[in-house]
């Protein structure tokens, strides 16, 4: 009979497990061939590129700024030269980037990016002493990186094994004294230790998260810089490319120590030493998505909940506000985070993204718009090179020909996508091209 | 018999995992009496991780530690008892499930060799480098 | 000639439209060009008051070519010069019909102008008449999906107020002793039986009451504000309403200041109502043209108010009150036109979030919450002054309608922040918020207005400067001083008989 002969041919083609039922079906079968959740198009991958490489830029002013807060300013009572970075953190060679770096898998310099200095010396305005330019707020607005970190100390337990050390009796003696060490001579701040014992040691535990988050962005920022060049010499094919090179970054640094040491006087505090053995994997990227990505918290400013009404979720695990989820509209309204941000990618915006914005929606008057929405797609592919890797690396091979291992697989990306079935989910927008 | 490095020795195919033993400073810890269990991944699975993966852990032995004690159990442990629970605690912390008896699978690798006692604990050879999560 | 000027600008331009291509650009053009042109010959009215002009026209129905500018008429030339050329450019140059359209935009416009200048009843009660027809043809024929029954109702209630109006101008022609005449100098100086002219001005306070409108008979008010295509529901609003309140003024207060002092009590308790009942309806409003068009309602209430008080301030009040509202609704308007031009909707409860620095329309939001700041008086806008001069200057005439009418005026404001609330702030919904910006010759008649507001709400001589003298030589009652009535609250002020009648 003919059908037989049919099934007999398909066999050979047929896959190993029965399409997936998900309303997502379709990004998942992307997945499950090696792709991202965002779409394999040529403007795609323009525009994740192309803002990899203005993320970077400030991202580099981020992690040194966050670094030098964290190790140098420590518990200053009135940090207001907070974000005024020693030259010795600008110039603080990347573990990760430069010639000096022990894993020589990136390229670009050791140093701070010129484009980022040539930027801190004239802004938008022009060249003035620095203080004029803090005032005018023509700088990095590092209020943005301090938002990804107060998300990341707020949400906590993501994972890892951070957040515990920080109620362990080690750190607590760690950060004693470090805090004796820093208010040695200054009575005032000793007797307030003493009053408030506790309301110090959550300061120093939010600056262990300013270090926390400072470590994975050195990593991030040579990474999206690598990727830059890689898309200039015409490296990248598509964002499958795109996505998996991220993957192979975030195993390379996996094994990147997580520390927090402070210097008082010239002399290293090691309120987290390296030798707890936190990883940039699981103490840092998977919390930081986590937060990032998925949960952070309404910003003030823009819409008023009412949590009793329901309008809030209840449990943390359960918030949507991050950038997956965003709606980008808002951004321009004055002092939120999403602002912060592209303000700061507007200014190291490559040729090609100001070229495509012009021809869309509102032109150049909306740019800082279609910009948070190519961050938005250039997110999805970072959070697809994260579930990847995490496939990778708890799962099996995509090209696994066994079915449990396959169904096993499935049975990952279904859970991960069905994160974004909730209404707010920008998964279903960025899989067209006139989201803008 | 011989201790569970010994006989990772002999059989030739453990020379990352050996390094990597060493470079975390487990070694005496692993020559000590033990028992222990060890699941014991082949070159070829270290060779698999991407590029940079197993340099970045060589330069940070506490990390690098980390990543092998998930490899360990406590006790000496054949695959007849591993299979008695669904999940056992591995000397990292974080818990190591056991997947299938047949094919033996430990997480996500699968289990080439089970079975070889040695003095001070059991090795079993696996496929695959795992990691906790 | 100056005043025949001002008639002759638009009907030339009336004239030529029709031989032009019919090309919206180049019509446009050309009407605004006479509109300007209008208005700056207004201007050089108010600045070299021209002479007054009397051609003999029927003589038979003594009907006189009668022009003459004063302080009443003066501002309101003004303003329909700048309201037409305002209306006009808020036209989409995309407009069909173009020759039709603008020609009957320049018709209500000359009719307007035609009826502030007359010093004649009957000149006035024909272009009152007149205006009508470009009206109702421009709500019938450009107007939304409910243009004609809008057209039918606007129709109706205006062919009946001008039928008592001319009833009410014909029988105070032929009172005249010296043989029939309609020059407004004669029927001032007329001296009537109090019944009859009580009947009389109770008709003509039906006549303009339903021109203005006030309640209960401003059933077409709200219906054909939002039908009529935006130009025109500016025009109305703005310039043509202006016309009852004057001619109240004129012919009422005017001609039968005793009927005037009988029907006050009424007049000023019909305001009350419509402001309260205008500004309740505006917030429960679900469109924004209706919200507008509720909120104008309420404003013709304080203009009665003030009207019935018939004090020198409140009638300065008036005057303030008849700019600033034109100024004011114009605006309104004008902005509610854009922002459906855009969203392509002015249901409220389909946008929000307009006021998105981006996405949203932030600069046209951001004058309509100037705009409805202005209608709710805030201070240092033009809404501000004229409602103050309402407020005080009734205050000891009528002193509960003049609390009721505050209340009204701030519940506009209530009005304000709920609207702003719901269309301003929130959401901007990703799927919808697909329009470009505005440009700037669509927000240029909103600039203008706006800048207007602002400037008679600084310096408030621009709209009360103007009528001073006039509305003092018409005034009813005088003031006390200011605190004399707030001292004296419990006296029985709103009985006009206990208050002593000026010279």
């Known amino acids: ?436 | 018999m011989a201790t569970i490095l010994e006989t990772a020795k002999a059989a030739g195919v453990f020379n990352s995992l050996l390094t990597a033993v060493e470079a975390a400073g487990l070694t005496s810890a692993l020559e000590g009496p033990g028992p222990f269990t060890v699941f014991a991944p082949i070159d070829d699975a270290f060779a698999a991780l991407p590029p940079g993966t197993v340099q970045t852990l060589l330069d940070n032995p506490p990390q690098l530690a980390r990543i092998l004690k998930y490899h360990v159990l406590v006790g000496a442990l054949s695959r007849q008892s591993l299979l008695e629970q669904p999940e056992w605690s591995s000397l990292e912390g974080a818990p190591l499930p056991i997947r299938r008896d047949d094919p033996f699978e430990v997480k996500n690798a699968t289990v080439v060799t089970a079975d070889i006692a040695c003095d001070n604990g059991m090795v079993h050879v696996i496929d695959r480098v795992m990691l906790p999560g | 000639m100056t005043l025949l000027l001002l008639l002759f600008i638009p009907l030339a331009a009336l004239l030529a439209l029709p031989l032009l291509p019919d090309r919206a650009p180049l019509c446009r053009r050309v009407a605004v060009a006479a509109a300007l042109f209008q208005l700056a010959l207004a201007l050089l009215a108010w600045r070299w008051p021209p002479a007054d002009i009397t051609l003999p026209w029927l003589p038979k129905l003594a009907l006189t070519l009668q022009l003459g500018l004063d302080g009443l008429s003066l501002p309101l030339v003004l303003l329909t010069a700048l309201i037409t050329a305002m209306a006009l450019l808020s036209t989409p140059a995309d407009q069909s019909r173009s020759r039709l359209y603008f020609s009957l935009l320049l018709a209500t416009n000359l009719g307007l102008t035609l009826a502030f200048l007359a010093g004649n009843a009957l000149l006035f009660v024909l272009a009152y008449e007149l205006i009508l027809i470009p009206t109702t043809l421009l709500v019938a024929s450009f107007g939304r999906e409910q243009r004609a029954s809008a057209a039918i109702r606007f129709l109706i209630f205006n062919a009946i107020s001008g039928l008592l109006l001319l009833g009410v101008v014909l029988a105070l022609g032929w009172q005249h002793p010296g043989g029939v005449s309609f020059a407004y100098a004669d029927l001032a100086d007329l001296e009537l039986e109090p019944k009859l002219a009580n009947s009389l001005l109770g008709l003509l306070l039906l006549a303009f009451g339903l021109k203005l409108p006030l309640l209960p008979l401003h059933g077409w008010q709200p219906v054909t504000y939002s039908q009529a295509p935006t130009p025109v529901a500016m025009l109305l609003s703005g310039a043509v309403s202006k016309l009852a309140a004057y001619g109240l003024m004129r012919f009422g207060i005017g001609m039968l200041p005793e009927a005037w002092l009988f029907w006050a009590p009424w007049l000023a308790a019909i305001g009350a109502v419509s402001a309260i009942y205008g500004a309740l309806n505006a917030i429960a409003q679900t469109d924004l043209r209706r919200l507008v068009a509720y909120s104008s309602l309420g404003h013709m209430g304080l203009l009665a108010l003030a009207l019935a008080a018939a004090t020198p301030l409140s009638l300065q009040g008036v005057v303030a009150q008849m700019l600033a509202h034109g100024l004011i609704i114009a605006l309104l308007f004008c902005l509610v036109g854009v922002i459906e031009r855009r969203t392509g909707t002015a249901a409220i409860a389909e946008l929000s979030g307009l006021m998105n620095p981006y996405r949203g329309l932030p600069f046209t939001m951001g004058l309509f919450l100037l705009g409805l700041m202005a209608a709710a008086g805030v201070p240092g806008l033009a809404g501000f002054v004229a409602e103050l001069l309402v407020f005080e200057g009734s205050w000891e005439a009528f002193p509960w309608p003049t609390i009721v009418c505050l209340v009204a005026s701030g519940l506009t404001a209530v009005v304000a922040v709920r609207l702003f609330n719901r269309v301003g702030f929130g959401r901007l919904d990703n799927d919808k918020a697909d329009w470009i910006s505005t440009t700037w010759p669509e927000r240029l008649p909103a600039i203008v207005l706006t800048s207007l507001v602002i400037l008679a709400g600084i310096w408030p001589q621009t709209i009360t400067g103007f009528s001073e003298l006039s509305t003092a030589g018409l005034a009813l009652r005088q003031n006390q001083p200011v605190m004399a009535p707030l001292l004296a609250a419990t006296a029985p002020a709103s009985d006009p008989t206990a208050l002593e009648l000026s010279a």
């Open chain 1, 1 to 436: 009979m003919t059908p037989t002969t049919i099934a007999a041919t398909d066999t050979a083609a047929e896959p190993l497990i029965p399409p997936s039922n998900h309303p997502y079906a379709d990004i998942i079968h992307r997945l499950e061939a090696g792709g991202s959740m965002l779409p394999d198009s040529e403007e795609n991958l323009t525009q994740i590129i192309g803002i990899y490489k203005a993320y970077a830029v400030p991202m580099d002013f981020y992690w040194r700024n966050l670094l030098y807060i964290a190790e140098q300013v420590f518990l200053d009572p009135l940090p207001a030269f907070k974000y005024f970075i020693s030259q010795e953190y600008l110039d603080r060679p990347n573990s990760y980037s430069g010639d000096q770096s022990k894993l020589r898998i990136w390229r670009g310099g050791e140093k701070a990016h010129p484009e980022l200095l040539e930027f801190m010396a004239r802004g938008e305005t022009t060249a003035m002493p620095k203080i004029l330019h803090h005032l005018w707020h023509d700088r990095v607005n590092m209020e943005f990186a301090e938002a990804c970190m107060q998300a990341m100390f707020w949400h906590q337990g993501m994972g890892g094994r951070f957040n515990d050390y920080l109620d362990s009796d080690a750190y607590r003696a760690n950060a004693d004294r470090a805090i004796l060490a820093y208010f040695r001579g200054n009575p005032l701040m000793l007797g307030l230790y003493k009053l408030f014992p506790e309301m110090m040691l959550e300061k120093v535990k939010q600056l262990s998260y300013y270090a926390n988050l400072g470590l994975f962005w050195e990593v991030m920022a040579p990474v999206f810089f690598e990727m830059s060049d890689i898309y200039e010499e015409g490296g990248f094919k598509g964002v499958p490319d795109a996505m998996n090179f991220l993957v192979n970054g975030i195993f390379a640094v996996a094994g990147r120590p997580i520390y927090h040491h402070v210097f008082i006087n010239g002399e290293c505090h090691e309120i987290i030493p390296k030798s707890e053995g936190f990883t940039w994997l699981y103490e840092a990227a998977l919390p930081y998505v986590e937060a990032v990505f998925y949960r952070t918290a309404p910003f003030r400013g823009t819409k008023s909940y009412n949590a009793q009404a329901g309008q809030v979720p209840a449990k943390q695990q359960d918030f949507i506000y991050g950038i997956l989820y965003a709606d980008v509209f808002p951004v321009g309204s004055a002092g939120i985070p999403p602002t912060l941000l592209m303000q700061d990618m507007l200014h190291f915006l490559p040729a090609e993204l100001r070229e495509l914005y012009k021809q869309h929606k509102r032109g150049e008057s909306d740019q800082l718009i279609q910009l948070g929405v190519t961050f938005q797609r250039s997110m999805y592919n970072v959070t697809s090179a994260v579930i990847q890797a995490l496939r990778c690396a708890l799962l099996y091979p995509l090209d696994d020909t066994d079915p449990t291992h396959l169904l096993a697989n499935r049975q990952f990306f279904e859970a991960q996508m069905d994160r974004f079935l909730c209404p707010e989910a920008r998964l279903p927008q960025i899989q067209t091209a006139d989201y803008r």
